[in-house]
């Protein structure tokens, strides 16, 4: 019924009907009409549509969208749930996308970033029979929203207590995509973690660019990377999305070491990536979707620490010779963090961080 009534009177019944100009602005008129058939296709072909998730930039971006992505599929296929995913090619397209689909008929939507905060609420507010899980964005006040986020704070300061161990120089870097709370968070708890492996260590920052697309932007993180290398840093913690191959490429070329972030990078360049500081937002993706599909889903904030596994660092065959000697250190400071008696504060502005940002 819902397809033949799309295609007996689009102009009528879809989003992207003329008369809908706040839809027209944001994503592309044909686009939003092809959501709203292959949702109502969805919809004729399962018992159950459970929903949707919707990236922004790239799907597989061999970091945070894609361990996404990950989580996704693995509720798709262990939990034999429809779930549809969507791309949108940068944050005021996710406007348009949101609206249609929670429109035509998504129980739950699933969101991406920080940088897309503001879409949801709105979405969100415009449609409150849906609910929304926001990753790694806060949303607080809502009673259909919730928002699941990282320690990053810990994980960057593992990730800096490692750097901190293993620099010959006594000089390490963090090159973040752009300045973001969850960018800055990494990066100053990387600062700490380096200073509570070594006092006298040097600590240089730097973003790769002024907006998301800097975490698209590999050319952009190697050139970063280089100019940061020439000062005799060698070990540089890159919370960059994609950027942080360039970051890494720019490393292997001088010698040095970097950290990758979200996913296990190790393999990415095996000897010069030291480790990654896990993110894990596969877990985050997947539990949000068992939530969903047993009726236990609610609104709220969860934080992922330590304590529970939601951010770690990655030790494996491509790295094990690096760090062995200093895997016991690492597991007594992660101890401390998940146990409390090392507590690291989350810093989102800059002055809370002033000797590297």
Not at 57 to 69: T, W
Not at 155 to 181: E, H, M, N, Q, R
Not at 209 to 221: E, K, M, Q, Y
Not at 250 to 278: C, K, Q
Request: charge should be negative; glycine fraction near 10%.
């Amino acid at each position: 019924m819902c397809v033949s009534n799309l295609l007996s009177g689009l102009s009528r019944r879809l989003p992207c009907s003329l008369s809908d100009d706040r839809l027209r602005r944001v994503w592309p008129a044909h686009a939003v009409c092809l959501i709203a058939l292959l949702f109502c296709l969805a919809q004729q072909a399962h018992a159950q549509t459970t929903g949707a998730i919707v990236f922004s930039g790239l799907k597989n971006d061999g970091s945070f969208n894609e361990l996404a992505h990950e989580g996704t599929k693995r509720a798709i296929e262990q939990l034999d749930l429809d779930i549809q995913e969507w791309v949108a090619t940068d944050e005021q397209e996710v406007f348009g996308v949101l609206r249609s689909l929670a429109k035509h008929g998504a129980d739950h939507l699933v969101t991406l970033g920080f940088t897309n905060t503001e879409a949801v609420r709105t979405v969100a507010t415009e449609y409150p029979d849906v609910m929304f899980t926001h990753i790694d964005g806060l949303i607080a006040d809502m009673p259909n929203v919730r928002s699941i986020l990282f320690s990053e704070q810990e994980s960057g300061f593992v990730a800096g207590y490692v750097a901190g161990l293993k620099s010959k120089s006594a000089k390490v870097g963090t090159i973040g995509g752009t300045d973001i709370p969850p960018v800055r968070r990494f990066m100053c708890g990387f600062a700490a973690g380096a200073k509570h492996a070594d006092g006298s260590v040097e600590i240089q920052a730097s973003y790769v660019g002024p907006n998301s697309g800097a975490f698209r932007d590999i050319r952009g993180g190697k050139l970063a990377a280089e100019q940061m290398l020439t000062s005799g840093v060698d070990v540089i913690f890159a919370p960059a999305g994609l950027a942080a191959e360039g970051v890494a490429k720019a490393a292997e070329g001088a010698g040095a070491h970097v950290i990758m972030v979200d996913a296990n990078r190790n393999a990415f360049i095996p000897g010069t990536v030291l480790t990654s500081a896990l993110k894990r937002v596969d877990e985050a993706a997947f539990a949000t979707w068992k939530s969903v599909s047993n009726g236990t889903w609610t609104a709220g904030v969860e934080i992922m620490t330590v304590r529970e596994n939601g951010v770690d660092w990655a030790v494996d065959e491509h790295n094990k010779a690096l760090v062995v000697d200093i895997e016991r250190s690492v597991s007594e400071v992660k101890r401390a963090l998940a146990d409390g008696t090392l507590v690291i504060e989350p810093v989102d502005n800059v002055a809370g961080c002033s000797e590297i940002l």
